[in-house]
């Protein structure tokens, strides 16, 4: 009866930590559009440096070391990440993990690419950030873990169920995504070729302009279930 009694106890408190981890802090309910901006402001960064780059090279003659407008942006865009990275750290108390990965990813690719001077590093981190996050979340979900539930915690609070679900819809996307990537890229070098900077232009405002919207879409189409699944939180305690 003891043993009995000290594994519920032990399951009680597991579940307890569980409950805790998913729960968000107090600066992230706070700061809602402090985060969006963070996320948003590189890519806008990124598109008016591939937008504007020779002017920017005209008037700030040390970017030409980098290259072409695409690797100026890249550039820019590297720069505009860490200082959002930055940023969140000393706002938030702490590094969202899905831009955190993908900063890390578009430092080593756009190190790369701008070192190389080959665009296709610059164009394949969108690829390789999305399937890496697809497998992440898809391989959570075949070891009993709904992992999107630690990066959404702080917008939703659901069952179970509805995070599973959510997860395995994410994952899913992801890879769309990534294949969508590859197949604006890949076409748009081939159609515009030998313009190499008309593909660049289309492969940015593809990126810019065509991912976000596609992925508030998606967002909204789960809102549905969201609904569904969503829980009151706990009643606070005085």
């Keep these: 009866m003891n043993d009995r009694r000290k594994f519920d106890d032990s399951e009680s408190a597991a579940m307890t930590t569980s409950d805790s981890d998913l729960t968000p802090s107090a600066a992230d309910k706070h700061h809602p559009l402090l985060k969006l901006v963070l996320e948003l402001g590189p890519l806008l960064v990124f598109f008016f440096g591939n937008l504007r780059g020779e ?19 890249t550039g820019l865009f ?3 990440t860490v200082i959002s990275l930055v940023v969140s750290k000393v706002m938030l108390g702490h590094l969202p993990l899905m831009p ?6 578009v430092l080593v690719f756009g190190a790369l690419g701008i070192y190389l001077q080959n665009e296709t590093f610059i ?5 390789i950030v999305n399937a890496l996050f697809g497998f992440v979340l898809l391989g959570g979900l075949f070891f009993g873990k709904s992992l999107l539930g630690y990066v959404f ?14 997860t395995l819809r994410w994952g899913l996307f992801f890879f769309v995504l990534a294949v969508l990537n590859e197949v604006v890229w890949r ?8 313009d190499v900077k008309a593909a660049d232009n289309l492969w940015v405002n ?8 596609i992925t508030i879409l998606f967002t909204l189409s789960q809102m549905p279930l969201i609904m569904k699944h969503t829980i009151e939180p706990p009643a606070e305690t005085e």
């Design 55 to 73: 002017w920017l090279v005209q008037h700030f003659p040390a970017l030409s070391e980098l290259g072409g407008p695409l690797f100026v942006a």
């Design 78 to 80: 590297m720069a505009a």
């Design 100 to 105: 955190f990965v993908s900063g890390i990813v």
């Design 123 to 127: 164009k394949m981190k969108p690829t």
């Design 153 to 166: 915690n702080a917008a939703f609070q659901l069952d179970a169920e509805g995070w599973r679900k959510l």
């Design 187 to 194: 076409g748009a070098n081939w159609y515009y070729l030998p």
């Design 206 to 213: 593809f990126k810019v302009w065509g991912t976000m919207p």
